[in-house]
């Protein structure tokens, strides 16, 4: 199933059985970050491949972000936003639910930055949450 989401927004989904299931906003980028996506993108010359955010076991402050370019696994959510199509493992989903993607390449910029209403404490570098 493929669903599309806009900032802040909340749509309705059936599945085959036609039972019905709302989902959250499940992640969003910025327009910045969807702009930088698509640059890394363009330079791969794998067209197949999405961009894929996860959670993993690390960090300083327990589990740390990470984002790469892959294909659709079984059992990923596969969502869309700024034109960005996102590939999401369930595990990881629980942890980013509602979850916004910036990019900020300025003076001090960190480079892409996960902004996470889930998260219960984060580090300095904004890359580790717990």
Excluded at 74 to 86: L, T, W
């Amino acid at each position: 199933m493929q669903i599309k989401f806009g900032m802040g927004f909340e749509r309705q989904a059936f599945d085959s059985g036609g039972l019905q299931a709302t989902f959250a906003r499940m992640i969003s980028l910025t327009s910045r970050a969807a702009q930088q996506v698509r640059t890394m993108h363009a330079g791969l010359n794998a067209p197949g491949k999405r961009l894929r955010v996860f959670v993993e076991s690390g960090g300083c402050s327990g589990f740390q972000y990470g984002m790469s370019f892959d294909e659709q696994k079984e059992g990923d959510a596969q969502i869309e936003s700024e034109g960005v199509g996102i590939l999401i493992d369930p595990t990881s989903l629980a942890y980013l639910q509602g979850s916004a993607i910036d990019f900020d390449d300025g003076l001090h910029g960190k480079g892409f930055e996960i902004k996470n209403p889930n998260a219960q404490s984060t580090c300095g570098c904004g890359k580790s949450f717990g």
